[in-house]
């Protein structure tokens, strides 16, 4: 359910139970990976990390 975007990693890990950690290591040991912790579609990261690069080029010179 967790691959399929169904269940969160939270519960898919309190399903497990496991840790968020433990469950996202327990996957990687098991070839399960790629996995990403984050909760984002590609376009929806490109998006963050597009705003978070124009804040920080519009922040006041730090002397």
Excluded: C, W
């Excluded at 490109?46 to 690069?53: F, H, I, N």
């Amino acid at each position: 359910m967790f691959e399929l975007g169904k269940l969160s990693s939270g519960h898919a890990a309190q399903l497990a139970g496991r840790t968020r950690a433990e469950f996202f290591e327990s996957r990687r040991r098991s070839g399960r990976d790629p996995v990403s912790i984050f909760n984002y579609d590609p376009e929806e990261a490109a998006d963050e990390l597009r705003r978070d690069v124009e804040t920080l080029r519009n922040l006041p010179d730090a002397e």
